[in-house]
């Protein structure tokens, strides 16, 4: 299958600062790049589509302006946590592929966000 | 109500057992099934589509109802490795493509 990397694995951060987190497809282009948050015993939550070359589709109850993505190559999406707090802290998860004609999503190893 | 519901267990089984998980689902529109299996502090990871007309995958089989929105998940010979948290994942294909995840079922399966 495709592979997708994020970076970093883990990150340990104090209130207020910023994170940013990459993902990245290492052997094909994802036009389309999906962030997930999961928190401990809980699914996987959508966050937001990212779109190559256009403004990402956020779900509802989740602040754009706090998780700012940005997807400016076809192999590269960010996911920034603004003004981070102990709340924010969960495993984030970006994934590609499963648009049409490739239905399967492929998942980065995840990121884990420790916010003191 | 969820959009994607799942017995959170956990499944306590010896090796060799077989053993089952069901799933359901809210929106008739979902169009795509999956399951994938995520262990602890890991991404999940596809381990199989479900189709219509079942399907099978070694020691795994996969059965869709669409008249319920009901899925399942059997395992056969259970081995130790099989212990994980199963995500039962259905997608509406329509323009996000998004994936709506169950909140899994945990499976351990014991010597």
């Known amino acids: 299958g495709a592979v997708v990397s994020q970076h970093p694995s883990w990150v340990i951060c104090k209130s207020g600062t910023s994170v940013k987190i990459e993902c990245r497809s290492l052997?094909?282009?994802?036009?389309?790049m999906f962030w997930y948050r999961q928190f401990p015993k809980q699914s996987l939550m959508l966050m937001a589509t990212s779109n190559e070359g256009s403004k990402a589709t956020y779900e509802q109850g989740v602040e754009k302006d706090k998780f700012l993505i940005n997807h400016a190559s076809l192999t590269l999406s960010t996911l920034t946590v603004t003004s981070a707090h102990p709340e924010d802290s969960s495993f984030y998860i970006c994934?590609?592929?499963?648009?049409?004609?490739?239905?399967?999503?492929?998942f980065g190893p995840g990121t884990r966000l420790t916010v003191l | 109500r969820k959009e994607v519901e799942q017995d959170p267990g956990p499944f306590n089984v010896p090796e060799g057992a077989t053993v089952a998980f069901n799933c359901t689902y809210s929106n008739s529109a979902s169009q795509s099934f999956f399951w994938y299996r995520q262990d602890c502090r890991k991404e999940p990871k596809l381990l199989m589509s479900?189709?219509?007309s079942g399907n099978e995958d070694g020691r795994f089989t996969a059965q869709l109802n669409r008249a319920s929105q009901y899925i399942s998940l059997l395992i056969r010979d259970s081995k130790l490795s099989d212990s994980a948290t199963y995500l039962c994942?259905?997608?509406?294909?329509?323009?996000?493509?998004?994936?709506?995840f169950g909140s899994g079922t945990r499976l351990l399966v014991r010597p």
């Open positions: 994942v259905v997608n509406l294909m329509d323009s996000s493509y998004k994936l709506i």
């Open positions: 479900v189709y219509s």
């Open positions: 994934s590609a592929g499963g648009t049409s004609g490739f239905n399967e999503q492929f």
């Open positions: 052997d094909f282009q994802a036009t389309t």
